[in-house]
């Protein structure tokens, strides 16, 4: 996607809470874990937010996709 979109992967954000989503946390640009996710995602991601049922998706795109 990244190719396709002409962007760098250094420039991406992932968002995740679980072991299958180490992959592509390793490799984003900034990594982020769910305020819900398991303790290996928590400590390999750059930061966290709340979890999937207060809205953690959404501050993640606040926070550091849309901001200033």
């Known amino acids: 996607l ?8 250094e ?14 946390l390793k490799i984003s640009g900034l990594s982020v874990a769910m305020g819900n996710s398991n303790d290996t995602v928590k400590e390999m991601c750059d930061v966290m937010v709340a979890d999937c049922d207060c809205d953690g998706c959404a501050e993640a795109i606040e926070k550091y996709l849309l901001a200033d």
Request: aromatic letters at 4%; proline letters at 0%; a negative charge.
């Open 2 to 9: 990244c190719e396709y979109l002409g962007i760098s992967i």
């Open 11 to 24: 420039e991406t954000i992932a968002v995740g809470d679980s072991d299958n989503d180490i992959e592509v």
